[in-house]
């Protein structure tokens, strides 16, 4: 039997549901009871003092890579979704990148299975597109969705052209899959590690246009326009790319899109070659993301993602473009969206809806949401309490972050994964 | 612009060279200065003085190169160091060993400079980083970023002929999007004061935002030759023409080879000048280079006294820290 738990006096913050306001939640057999007054004869097994802290759903990440199976001296599923439940996370999408690749149900089931075992956080895999990646053949969708995947991708891999690409878009949608995308047209990339701009003229490194990005997302609205499947763009780094989505979902076509580390640092970050800025897409302009965040704020972006990427510390000894880019991020998820409540974005509902109901919709996974009747993920967090970055701090295994020593602000007290309490912060708050 | 300043010690003395981006500049004229001196020295019958007697330099030499490894081996060697070179291209590493490994094992045989070239922009950079607190590392050239003692001699040859910068205009010529010469020479030339910087190249040749440089476009060789009293021509290397970059070497030596009618646009002292090595009939014309207005051989030449200047000051650092 799963604990009965009384949540006491904490600030409510449950976006799907309008609410900021203080409340008690009554949580029962791993759902969400009541939320304000107890139900008829409740008997809590235990009541938490929530006072002074903030009560939302627990975060849904949209794209963090867990290394198992196949790179498991980079991190594991037991040790990423421990991490992510410290952060305050309870589902997580892993992308379909593993060894093997996750273009079978079998393997897609493994990941979950592991998680299911560890339990610390969901995870919810993204299934190939096309088989090991290839970009030539597609995937067995149906079994994959049935398998449990959240929707489909190449991750950043290429498709061989606009027919197979069209063709994917169509099969997925055929299963009502979402189609996850990374944009950018691989021939404009050319080796380039970092964007082709001032700082990648200094510094004589391989530059990525603008137009790399925005090319493919042009390029996928139209496919878009005439077909009208379900269609998200993952890790956006141009504003212009943003522009361009929203338009598109002025004209009424179904995209969503989702936005990370570009939404806090730019290319100035990757002087004297910081190889923990190293990140695909490159770090754009400040004008690019000063526009990123704008379209965030309109709703045009409607999730921010960690787009965790723990590596051993071997992987930036390097120079460079030598280096594996990616940052460890689910720890800072939280903190940085804060510092944007903070910069006055927008309100701090808004931003947990980012984080929450609105990645929530986009994989339809049902979590985000704390009305009753719903499963009861919820994360407890302390908006005003600091803490600086160290390897120490961090529980991921990767300890890679261009955060160190970095300030945060807001720190995840406890967090409830389906009516327990899978992390609870050791000292008082 | 620069985050840190990891080529300059406490003192803000020089310790490592690993770009002219960031140095005053005072510290440019002083090695201009110092390698003033040791040009003397190069030009007597005993070419040696005992400054670096005792140290161990290790030219570490991830691509291939003769004339400006040689050059270091040069100096160091009129320095009276032990010289090392190791051809990294064709040893550990391409047994899988980590730059760092080579980098580690070199240090534990008590190296005490690393004369670095490597394919990767930054190489340099991350092996300062990297190193033992009393191990100096000289770039001799880092994928696009820089090769800061091309552009010393470059200064240096330029010093000797004109005396003063600052009302010089400087065309530079080429390929300067691969260019780690162009990219060190434009920081040097903005550097001492010069009055103007030109960049002369198609648009496939020219990094995004030039501009941020300090730089000023010009597509018209002949347009971008007028007033200029210093020309640097660029090495065209042959894989551009596969990147479609270029479409044939033809049409740029039609369009950017320097001929002498072309020159005859820039003043009537023109320095015209070169890294090496030339592509006769591809960059620039046969005339022009073995011409009166030619200084290639006279870079090769200063190329050791700036690095014995360079290697001296790093290494003097080195002793008193």
Known sequence: MKPRLHIHAGRLIDPANGLDTLADLYVADGVVVSVGSAPGGFQADQVIDASGLIVCPGLVDLRAKLREPGEEHKATIASETLAAARAGITTLCCPPDTTPVIDTPAVARLIMERARHCAYSRVLPLGALTRGLDGQQLCEMAMLAEAGCCGVSNDRRPLANLLVLRRAMEYAATF??????????????????????????????????????????????????????????????????????????????????????????????????????????????????????????????????????????????????????????????LPLSLRLVDEGLFSLSDMIARLTCQPAEIVQCGGGNLAAGKVADICLFAEKKYWTVSENSLVSQGKNTPFLDWEMQGQVIMTILAGEQVYVREESP | MMKDRIQLDKQGRLRHLLTIEGLRREMLVELLDTAESFAEVTERSVKKVPLLRGKTIVNLFFENSTRTRTTFELAAKRLSADVININATTSATSKGETLLDTLHTLEAMHCDMFVVRHPDSGAAHFIARHAASHVSVINAGDGRHAHPTQALLDMFTIRRHKHDFHP??????????????????????????????????????????????????????????????????????????????????????????????????????????????????????????????????????????????VMSHAMRTGESS
């Not at chain 1, 995209?255 to 754009?284: G, K, M, N, Y």
């Not at chain 2, 999007?177 to 910087?197: C, D, F, K, W, Y």
């Open chain 1, 176 to 333: 009502g899959l979402t189609v996850f995308f990374h944009p950018q047209e691989f021939s404009l990339v050319d080796g380039g590690c970092a964007h082709g701009g001032a700082v990648a003229t200094r510094l004589g490194l391989p530059g990525v246009p603008t137009s790399a990005e925005t090319v493919a997302v042009a390029g996928i609205l139209e496919l878009v326009a005439e077909l009208g499947v379900r269609t998200h763009f993952c890790l956006l780094s141009t504003a212009r790319a943003a522009q361009l989505i929203a338009r598109a979902q002025h004209d009424g076509l179904p995209v969503t899109a989702d936005v990370s580390a570009h939404l806090h640092l730019t290319e100035h970050e990757i002087l004297d070659f910081d190889v923990q800025c190293h990140v695909q897409p490159p770090l754009r302009t400040l004008r690019d993301r000063d526009g990123l965040r704008h379209w965030l704020q309109q709703g045009a972006i409607a999730a921010i993602c960690s787009d965790h990427q723990p590596h051993e510390s071997d992987a930036k000894l390097a120079p460079f473009a030598a280096t594996a880019s990616g940052i460890s991020a689910l720890e800072t998820l």
């Open chain 2, 168 to 309: 010089l205009i400087v065309a530079i010529v080429g390929d300067v999007l691969h260019s780690r010469v162009a990219r060190s020479q434009i920081h040097a030339l903005s550097t001492l004061g010069v009055q103007e910087i030109r960049v002369i190249a198609p648009r496939t040749l020219v990094p995004p935002e030039p501009a941020s440089l300090g730089v000023h476009v010009y597509h018209d060789l002949e347009r971008g030759l007028r007033n200029v009293d210093v020309v640097i021509m660029l090495r065209l290397q042959y894989e551009r023409m596969q990147g479609a970059l270029l479409p044939s070497e033809h049409e740029y030596y039609r369009l950017f080879g320097l001929t002498e009618e072309r020159l005859a646009c820039a003043r009537d002292d023109v320095l015209v000048m070169h890294p090496g090595p030339i592509n006769r009939g591809v960059e620039i014309a046969s005339s022009v280079a073995d011409g009166p207005h030619s200084l290639i051989l006279q870079q090769v030449t200063h190329g050791t006294a700036v690095r014995m200047a």
